[in-house]
């Protein structure tokens, strides 16, 4: 089993506040994918990153992929109440399976 | 263009009733992948299937669950017996081709409760 822990588990934080959150891994994956979760719905893809050092930006969010690729890290800059959501990443592992990590509960707070 | 589907979104059953969960793939997504997510959990894996075929169902209990994709129709998650602790989100997602980096859509699930 190739298991994705992240960290933290939760996070309530202040609108514009800076945020980091990490998906860690024993393991090495050929690719990382980032989601995020609204209650009540399924979740959403946000980003994939492959290549290790890879870092990818979506407007405020900045992904990086680790170099050995057993971890990834989201960054938001200046949050928004709009961003609270469970973050989760994801990596496909053998036998067709993707894992799921634990996940990051935001909230941010206006 | 749709995106998966999946029905009914909230399903209410008494213990020893039986559940049955639909997902209807993106247009064009042969693989179907079910989830369920328990309250400020991440997804755990359950089976993956491709149209009348069962790939992987590793994570599927052995007992009371069951899946299939037929030919035609959508993909139909079966939980026989219900208890308590089956209540949870369950997810269906689709992809084009096999994971390995390919995208996955979601759908917006189904929450089981038992009573």
């Known amino acids: 089993t190739q298991l994705l822990e992240q960290s933290p588990q939760f996070l309530s934080i202040q609108e514009g506040e800076n945020l980091t959150v990490y998906c860690n891994s024993s393991?090495?994956?050929?690719?990382l994918q980032w989601y995020r979760q609204e209650p009540g719905e399924g979740p959403v893809l946000l980003v994939t990153v492959v290549t290790g050092g890879e870092v990818k930006k979506l407007k405020r969010l900045t992904f990086q992929f680790g170099d050995a690729r057993k971890d990834s890290s989201l960054h938001i800059t200046a949050a928004q109440p709009g961003d609270t959501g469970l973050y989760l990443c994801?990596?496909?592992?053998?036998?067709?399976?993707?894992?799921f990590g634990t996940g990051t509960s935001l909230t941010v707070i206006p | 263009n749709a995106g998966v589907m999946q029905n009914p979104r909230h399903l209410v059953r008494r213990r020893g009733q039986e559940a049955r969960l639909r997902c209807s793939p993106m247009k064009g997504h042969s693989h179907v992948y079910w989830y369920r997510q328990l309250p400020e959990e991440g997804l755990k894996f359950m089976v993956y299937l491709q149209k009348e075929n069962i790939i992987d169902e590793s994570g599927m209990p052995k007992e009371r669950f069951s899946a299939e994709f037929p030919k035609e129709g959508p993909s139909i998650l079966r939980i026989q017996q219900v208890v308590r602790g089956d209540s949870a989100a369950y997810f269906c997602?689709?992809?084009?081709?096999?994971?390995?980096?390919?995208?996955?859509?979601f759908g917006p699930g189904t929450r089981l409760t038992v009573l």
């Open positions: 393991s090495v994956f050929s690719s």
């Open positions: 994801a990596g496909p592992g053998g036998s067709d399976q993707f894992y």
């Open positions: 997602a689709s992809s084009q081709s096999r994971t390995g980096g390919n995208e996955q859509f």
